[in-house]
């Protein structure tokens, strides 16, 4: 039996529609950095806007908003790479968030370990991919 024009159109539709999802796809992809961010440590978008919450609330004010540290306090550390942030193991930052360091106050002393660990991922996205897998590593010898 010969195919209808009606039979062919709506093949010619069914086509177009998959173009136009694969198009809608790719655009989100383009125009959604934050989940591209996310996507470079491979972890839920929720952990990390978590994060900024809390980061946002407790430690903008000194480490900066884009982690360039020095604010209120000076000696507040940049938390973005720049400096050496990450050449500490997280277990060695847990107890500094938890109970405060030299000059950094104990801001963490209530955080569950769900928090901690969103605030952490939240200024880790600042490193480049060397800096993260070098962390990982003293992370591992230092648990
Ligand atoms: C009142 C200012 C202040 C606040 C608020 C603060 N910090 Fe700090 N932070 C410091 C200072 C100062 C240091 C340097 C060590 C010290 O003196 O205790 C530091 C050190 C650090 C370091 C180590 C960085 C390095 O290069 O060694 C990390 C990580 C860090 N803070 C994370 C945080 C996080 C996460 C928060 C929020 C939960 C926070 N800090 C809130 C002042 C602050």
Known sequence: MAKTS???QSKKYLWLSLVGVAAIAAAAVFFW????T???QGVP????LMGETIFKANCASCHGLTGQGH??????PALNGSEHSWHHADSQIKTL?????VK?????????DEEIAAVM?????????????????????NP
């Open 33 to 36: 950095p934050k989940a591209n």
């Open 71 to 76: 604010q209120a306090i000076k000696e507040a």
């Open 6 to 8: 009606k039979q062919k």
């Open 121 to 141: 991922v939240y200024y880790k996205q600042w490193w480049g991919k060397q800096q993260r897998i070098f962390q990982e590593k003293v992370s591992k010898q």
């Open 97 to 101: 968030i938890r109970t405060g360091g």
């Open 45 to 48: 978008d929720e952990q990390l």
């Open 38 to 40: 996310s996507n470079a």
């Open 104 to 112: 950094m106050p104990a801001v963490g002393k209530d955080f569950s």
